[in-house]
């Protein structure tokens, strides 16, 4: 292949893209990443409680979704019949 082939124009591209990223990484290792430290305890019997709660309406909506499909083909198949 020759140097000005198209895989030698991507080449430069990569090179001119990293040589553009370089000087923000090097600032982005001059500054660490820190974590927030919480303020607050995350696990509270309010947010326990919640939890809880929010499942079992996931959970009894599921069962009623559930429960509609099965009335409504039980429903349709007798219409149809």
């Known amino acids: 292949m020759t140097p000005g082939g198209p895989r030698g124009r991507l080449n430069l591209i990569v ?3 990293t040589s553009l990223a370089l000087p923000a990484l090097v600032r982005a290792a001059d500054h660490p990443f820190a974590a927030p430290t ?3 305890i995350p696990a509270s019997p309010a947010g326990l409680l919640r939890v ?3 499942l079992a309406l996931v959970l009894a ?3 009623a979704a559930a429960w509609l499909m099965r009335w409504l083909r039980l ?3 007798r219409a149809s019949a």
């Open 15 to 17: 090179a001119g893209l």
């Open 38 to 40: 919480p303020t607050t």
């Open 52 to 54: 809880v709660l929010g």
């Open 61 to 63: 909506l599921v069962f």
């Open 75 to 77: 429903h349709w198949a």
